[in-house]
């Protein structure tokens, strides 16, 4: 059974940066889309990016572009987001969420494909 654990959140000042990691156990990464959400106290789930399993096809918000970015390493079973430029809004838990999926996908629509895993989820607080 894949299980998927995040780390790396905290609490940060606007500007600052932090990288998250998304570990992956019980299977191997290949073959494996993975997707980074968020959610806010008090707003719904939003969509922050995603990686294929071949990292030929990456997204991300539009809220989140040119300041955050996906890599993933697959020998190691690891995703990350660099957050750099962080700001206020950017405050939420964050989940790493995976598919099963082959080099093939498409990160156009992840925001709506069915994603069936989960992490527990990571505290990141950009405060002033």
């Known amino acids: 059974q894949l299980q998927l654990v995040e780390s790396g959140g905290g609490l940060v000042q606007p500007g600052g940066s932090l990288r998250l990691s998304c570990a992956a156990s019980?299977?191997?990464?290949?073959?494996?889309?993975i997707s980074w959400f968020r959610q806010a106290p008090g707003k719904e789930r939003e969509g922050v990016s995603c990686i294929s399993s071949s990292s030929d096809s990456i997204n991300y918000a539009d809220a989140v572009k040119g300041r955050f970015t996906v890599s993933r390493d697959n020998a190691k079973n690891t995703v990350y987001l660099q957050m750099n430029s962080l700001k206020p809004e950017d405050t939420a838990v964050y989940y790493c969420?995976?598919?099963?999926?082959?080099?093939?996908?498409?990160?156009?629509?992840?925001?709506?494909?069915?994603?069936?895993?989960w992490g527990q989820g990571t505290q990141v607080t950009v405060f002033s």
């Open positions: 969420a995976a598919t099963i999926a082959g080099p093939r996908y498409l990160c156009s629509d992840y925001v709506n494909d069915e994603w069936d895993y």
């Open positions: 019980g299977r191997a990464l290949d073959y494996l889309a």
